[in-house]
């Protein structure tokens, strides 16, 4: 298990990596988010958790330059979650999500490699359509309150007796 690595920030905007000893750039920060190092932010004077602010500063920078993964529409629907009674659930729904779509991109790394198999556009294809069925199957379910689309038709007496 790794330990959980702490840098600290101060007031000057300066990061510094307790682990090393050294101060490092916010492009530093996400390396080791690339080579999946667990750490944490402390604000150096009063210990607060900086965290997710330095990963919104992150993305922010990234957004700006390249091709964006967020879109405008995208950005201006979840600022209308806000507030919003489904607030609650939409981190939830969203980390469950992107965790299936990286999930899958392993998958299709993994067969994309051996090319032994189908052709790498017939292994998109099929990833693609799978990902469409988990995305509405996981849509319906948070939609219908956690029932899956199956077992409401189940739950149905119409369609138990054949729609009598």
């Known amino acids: 298990m790794n330990k959980l690595r702490v ?9 510094y990596d307790t682990e090393i000893s050294s101060y490092i750039t916010v492009e530093d920060v ?9 750490f944490e932010v402390r604000d150096a004077k009063t210990g607060d958790d ?11 920078e990234h957004e700006q330059s390249g091709e964006p993964v967020l879109t405008t529409p995208m950005l201006s629907q979840i600022i ?3 507030g919003d009674s489904m ?17 899958q991109q392993a998958q299709f790394r993994q067969q994309f490699g051996g090319m032994l198999g189908p052709s790498p556009w017939t292994m998109m294809n099929q ?16 939609l219908s309150g956690g ?10 007496p119409k369609k138990r007796h054949g729609g009598k």
């Open 30 to 38: 996400r390396q080791l988010i690339l080579d999946g190092l667990d």
């Open 80 to 82: 209308r979650l806000y």
């Open 87 to 103: 607030q609650g659930f939409m981190g939830n729904y969203l980390e469950r999500s992107m965790q299936l779509f990286m999930d």
């Open 7 to 15: 840098i600290k920030k101060y007031p000057n905007r300066r990061l």
């Open 147 to 156: 029932t899956t689309p199956a077992s409401r038709s189940e739950d149905d």
């Open 50 to 60: 900086l965290t997710r602010q330095v990963l919104l500063q992150i993305i922010a």
């Open 127 to 142: 990833l693609a359509e799978r990902n469409m069925e988990v995305w509405k199957d996981m849509q319906a379910q948070f």
